[in-house]
């Protein structure tokens, strides 16, 4: 609990188990020594937009530990109270340490992902419902001579040579009639400068 110049007033015992601080050590201290300094401009910001009346939702900063670490909790002021006579507001700060590990390993893995992507000798297309291309994998401008990006928005068939088009057509339909179902099929598409060539597609059904 916080008075309205950011001094503490009361804290619980998990403010201990967050800062190792207990409430005899931080009532009356401002809430900027638990705060990291970089952090603490953003901070001050927000918490004197509630002071003034402004609703600033979650925000996110680096709480420092007794022990001189730091680590990321988000605050969220949650109710207006009145101590001596005073108003006082009740924030609540919760540990997003995990949550942060788990969203820098995500990044870590889709950024893995996009280089085996963009270093694969097979091309992906991603097709919407409508056979528009949604994303192309860097590999097809090896195929049609084009930047991968060029190919978005495009009909599937774009490339793809008229004989070929009703064999694919009616494997498209086929596959989309099921979820997850596969299947496979020839087709020519042309090259800007080679002209035709032959590939394989394998398809499986992920509108789902």
């Known amino acids: 609990v916080l008075d309205r110049e950011g001094r503490v007033r009361y ?7 967050m800062t190792g601080l207990t409430g005899v050590d931080v009532n009356g201290r401002p809430f900027s020594d638990v705060v990291h300094p970089d952090d603490l401009d953003s901070v001050t910001e927000s918490f004197y937009r509630v002071v003034s009346g402004r609703d600033v939702g979650v925000f996110e900063y680096r709480l420092r530990h007794a022990d001189g670490s730091h680590h990321p909790v988000e605050a969220e002021v949650t109710a207006e109270v009145t101590i001596d006579g005073a108003p006082a507001y009740v924030v609540t700060v919760r540990d997003i340490s995990e949550r942060i590990r788990r969203q820098a390993e995500q990044r870590s893995a889709r950024r893995l992902l996009e280089a085996l992507v963009e270093n694969l000798e097979d091309v ?3 097709l ?3 056979l528009s291309v949604q994303w192309a994998s860097p590999g097809i401008e090896r195929l049609v001579d084009a930047p991968a990006y060029t190919n978005v928005g495009e009909n599937a068939f774009n490339d793809m040579h008229p004989d070929d088009i ?3 057509a009616a494997t498209l339909e086929t596959v989309s009639g099921e979820p997850g179902k596969s299947g496979r099929v020839e087709f020519r598409l042309k090259h800007q400068r080679r002209g035709w ?4 597609a394998g398809v499986v059904n992920r509108l789902e």
């Open 11 to 17: 804290a619980n015992a998990a403010g201990r188990r």
């Open 124 to 126: 992906i297309v991603v």
């Open 128 to 130: 919407g419902e409508d």
């Open 166 to 168: 009703g064999e694919v």
């Open 197 to 200: 060539r032959w590939v394989e």
